[in-house]
């Protein structure tokens, strides 16, 4: 017989990266509590307080507001599954890998996709989606409120009345930035959102909070077909977190748990002081990696305080400088995304990760591992970053 592994003990790391970001020792004692029912009245009771928590950092009184269970694409999924009969016509404004995802799901939804293609490190451009619309009615708008893959940060609100010139729902993509910057999904019109939990909430990934207005659900009960995944079909899942209490699939009761502490640290520190951390801390990281002779990849009035993406010198190895970072310093950071893959870095500053010390530990690093590679940095980055901060 194989021996048996002994028990895992994962190595200190310190999440600076894309996601999963940093967990706080609270949300990790929540994931530990005793698994109870998934119909027991007292985890009902924290069904309704995570339903009222996440309503309040999304921005919403949206009744149909809940994490499905899964990570992020999920909820990608569960969004256009619901939203989406084929032969729809759906709009996706692209500038970086999760708007291919989005238009990717829109088309095996069976749906006729329309793409815009914006510059990768900038904003999505609402003139480029009106033009690829061509004055054609369409189904959904899709755009991306915070692309991972290149730290660009798209403001919602001039989409809006694109959709509705479009005569079509505006469905947002919130994974990078529910939590670290505002998402205001009412004020701003959203239809239909989405975000995980691994990313500004510091939770680990296995959730995915949806919100969808009361026009969206009018649109999802209003279909011809049902949808083409049960596991996913609001409808039916409604039932179990609205008052029916139906059984559709069994709640992960511990990953609920531990969303419940996450969305109860948010909230107790406040969401204004939250976003004002990650914007100012995240300052300080830019003018810490400049300080490096690093060149950030996204303009400043466009750049997403929880993600930065900083360009790689010429003659500087991508792998041997993260791989010197994890091994040496035990610090992760991630690597480019498609078309920037080898051409930049990732650096997370999201919910828990987003603090002056970890500023201080990448930049302290990064340093480091550069000058192991031959590159000069003209100034002290976590001197100049750590002056930001006082
Ligand atoms: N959308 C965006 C903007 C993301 O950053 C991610 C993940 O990084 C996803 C969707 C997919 O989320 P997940 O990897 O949790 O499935």
Redesign the pocket.
């Known amino acids: 017989m194989p021996s048996v592994p002994e028990a895992f003990t994962p190595p200190p790391r310190v999440l600076l990266g894309?996601?999963p970001s940093q967990v706080a020792p609270s949300v990790l004692r929540a994931l530990s509590l005793p698994t109870i029912g998934h119909l027991d009245p007292a985890f009902l009771g924290v069904l309704d307080q995570v339903r009222a928590m996440l309503r309040e950092v999304v921005g919403t009184s949206n009744e149909l507001t809940m994490p499905m269970s899964?990570?992020?694409?999920?909820?990608?999924e569960t969004c256009i599954v619901n939203l989406v009969e084929p032969g729809d016509r759906v709009l996706v404004g692209i500038n970086g890998v999760?708007g291919q995802?989005l238009a990717e799901v829109a088309r095996r939804a069976g749906a006729e996709v329309v793409t815009a293609e914006c510059t990768w490190g900038r904003a999505l451009d609402v003139d480029s989606l009106a033009r690829a619309a061509a004055g054609r009615s369409f189904k959904l708008l899709c755009i991306?409120h915070?692309?991972?893959?290149t730290g660009a940060l798209t403001p919602i609100a001039p989409f809006r009345e694109l959709a509705d010139r479009l005569g079509a729902l505006l469905l947002v993509?919130a994974?990078?930035s529910l939590g670290g910057v505002p998402v205001d999904m009412d004020a701003v019109g959203a239809d239909a959102l989405y975000s995980?939990t691994?990313?500004c909430l510091s939770c680990p990934?296995g959730l995915?909070p949806v919100s969808f207005s009361p026009r969206a659900m009018q649109v999802v009960a209003q279909r011809k077909l049902p949808a083409q995944s049960w596991y996913v079909d609001l409808g039916l899942i409604a039932k179990y977190w609205g008052g029916e209490r139906l059984y559709h699939h069994t709640a992960p009761i511990n990953m609920i748990y531990a969303l419940h502490e996450a969305l109860r640290l948010a909230l107790n520190e406040g969401l204004s002081l939250r976003y004002a951390r990650h914007r100012q801390v995240s300052h300080a990281l830019g003018v810490g990696l400049e300080a490096l002779g690093l060149r950030l990849l996204v303009p400043a009035s466009e750049r997403l305080p929880p993600l930065m993406l900083v360009e790689i010198p010429a003659g500087v190895d991508d792998a041997r400088v993260r791989r010197h970072l994890l091994e040496r310093d035990n610090v992760e950071i991630g690597g480019g995304l498609g078309p920037l893959k080898g051409k930049a870095w990732r650096i997370g500053l999201m919910g828990e990760s987003c603090t002056a010390n970890s500023v201080s530990t990448v930049l302290a690093a990064l340093r480091d591992a550069l000058i192991s590679e031959g590159h000069r940095a003209p100034d002290d980055p976590v001197a100049a970053a750590q002056a930001q901060l006082r």
């Open positions: 894309p996601g899964g990570t992020g694409s999920l909820g990608m999760f995802r991306v915070a692309e991972t893959s993509d994974v990078t995980g691994q990313k990934p995915s």
